[in-house]
């Protein structure tokens, strides 16, 4: 068909097309359920006090075991007390823009960077009073199971856990947070493996058919149960990201004393680059070798996803489940980092990705004696009762190794978060 001589059309009038129409509107952004913040008791220092808080707490004494005799002056009881020490951190945020971009974008960047600095506070916030809940070693698995390493697809939590963790609680005197009931945090796939429950669902139908309807858990066997979609969920690391070996070759690390048998027990966790968790657990693996040796950690290029990684290590000849944080790995793929951890080296030999542990902890690069108890991670199938230590709750400083458990007594002491947050 012959074309009009002089006819507009998109080619020719193209520019005054709109190559794209921005609508005024902006998408929704997916919501966490942030919780656990209001689940903790609030303390704060007084200025000029330092960094660290502690909580005292006086022991009951021992009751008498036989009565008392005529004229006859009783042995003294001891006090005893117990405490916990509480290490604040500055946490902050910081976003730039250029003046003109805030006046040539069509939608409102100030408001928007404020509306995602108060998200990134409150779910930094829910974050780090997950991780010192975490630091509990009083573990339930789902279905009595006595290690993670024995859970199915068909541990899940049941009516019966719930009456085994409750009765724990009451037994050890665990105070409520009021009406006599506990509270639980559990993420929506638990949530729905309590509401299948035959027992559940049975006194849904007779007395809270709502609960049924909404699925919603709330009020269950003397426990208020709250939702949490942050709550991190574990898997197995790839073993192929990053091999652990002995290297009995001093010169590759100089400066340190090597370890001797029966070796050290290394653990490499990867952190999620959104939310910080570590989500990915390595295997526990026992490094030895005859004669001296310092732990080759070497990142396995392409095989490796781009992120950091945490390397932690125990003590000469340390336990399961007493490692602690070394240092950590920000590996970018292909690159093929590699870093050696020796017992008295004042610093390991690595590539610039390399960053040491945080200042705390930065002295050497070496494993450190420490009485903290290793943290708890997450587990779909599973959930534990809480736990109050008596040791330092610096939980970020042991990978995840079993279920998280239900918020403990435990004070968390904490000021403000930094004013960078607008």
């Known amino acids: 068909m012959a074309t009009l001589p002089n006819l507009a059309t998109t080619a020719s009038m193209s520019p005054d097309i709109l190559a794209v129409y921005m609508m005024d509107?902006?998408?929704?952004?997916?919501?966490?359920?942030?919780v656990f913040w209001n689940l903790a008791e609030k303390s704060s220092i007084p200025k000029g006090s330092g960094k660290t808080a502690q909580f005292t707490r006086y022991e009951r004494l021992p009751l008498p075991e036989a009565p008392l005799e005529e004229?006859?002056?009783?042995?003294?009881?001891?006090?005893?007390?117990?405490?916990?020490?509480?290490?604040?951190?500055?946490?902050?945020?910081?976003?730039?823009?250029?003046?003109?971009?805030?006046?040539?974008?069509?939608?409102?960047?100030?408001?928007?960077?404020?509306?995602?600095?108060?998200l990134q506070h409150n779910e930094l916030v829910d974050r780090e009073v997950q991780v010192v809940a975490m630091g509990s070693s009083n573990i339930y698995f789902a279905n009595n199971k006595t290690s993670r390493?024995?859970?199915?697809?068909?541990?899940?939590?049941?009516?019966?856990?719930?009456?085994?963790?409750?009765a724990q609680l009451r037994s050890a005197g665990a105070p409520t947070y009021g009406g006599g009931r506990y509270r639980g945090v559990v993420d929506p796939f638990?949530?729905?493996?309590?509401?299948?429950?035959?027992?559940?669902?049975?006194?849904?139908?007779?007395?809270?058919?709502?609960?049924?309807?909404?699925?919603?858990?709330?009020r269950w066997m003397g426990?208020?149960?709250m939702?949490?979609?942050?709550?991190?969920?574990?898997?197995?690391?790839?073993?192929?990201?990053?091999?652990?070996?002995?290297?009995?070759?001093?010169?590759?690390?100089t400066g340190g004393t090597g370890f001797v048998a029966p070796g050290v027990r290394v653990v490499v966790t990867k952190m999620d680059p959104l939310t910080g968790f570590e989500t990915q657990i390595g295997a526990e693996q026992l490094i030895s070798t005859a004669g001296n040796f310092g732990v080759k950690i070497a990142m396995q290029g392409a095989t490796a996803p781009t992120g950091t990684y945490k390397v932690y290590c125990t003590l000469q000849s340390g336990v399961t489940g007493t490692a602690t944080l070394q240092v950590r790995i920000r590996h970018t793929a292909p690159n093929n980092e590699t870093i050696y951890l020796s017992r008295a080296a004042t610093r390991p030999r690595a590539p610039p990705s390399w960053s040491p542990a945080p200042a705390r902890s930065r002295r050497r690069c070496r494993p450190r004696q420490s009485t903290s108890t290793p943290p708890t991670s997450w587990d779909g199938a599973t959930s534990a009762p809480p736990n109050s230590t008596r040791s330092r709750p610096t939980s970020s400083r042991r990978p995840p190794a079993s279920p998280i458990p239900w918020p403990s007594a435990r004070k968390l002491a904490g000021n403000k978060c930094s004013k960078h947050w607008s």
């Open 149 to 166: 390493a024995s859970l199915t697809q068909a541990d899940v939590i049941t009516t019966d856990d719930v009456r085994r963790m409750v």
């Open 25 to 34: 509107e902006l998408l929704e952004r997916a919501e966490r359920d942030t």
């Open 71 to 118: 004229s006859v002056t009783p042995a003294a009881v001891p006090i005893t007390l117990s405490t916990v020490d509480a290490v604040l951190d500055q946490w902050g945020a910081v976003v730039s823009m250029s003046d003109i971009v805030v006046l040539v974008i069509k939608h409102p960047l100030v408001q928007q960077a404020r509306e995602l600095l108060t």
């Open 223 to 225: 426990v208020d149960w």
């Open 190 to 218: 638990v949530e729905m493996d309590i509401s299948k429950d035959s027992t559940f669902q049975l006194a849904g139908v007779y007395s809270q058919v709502e609960t049924l309807k909404d699925a919603d858990v709330g």
């Open 227 to 253: 939702r949490s979609n942050y709550i991190p969920i574990i898997t197995l690391m790839n073993a192929g990201y990053v091999a652990v070996t002995a290297d009995a070759t001093a010169g590759d690390w």
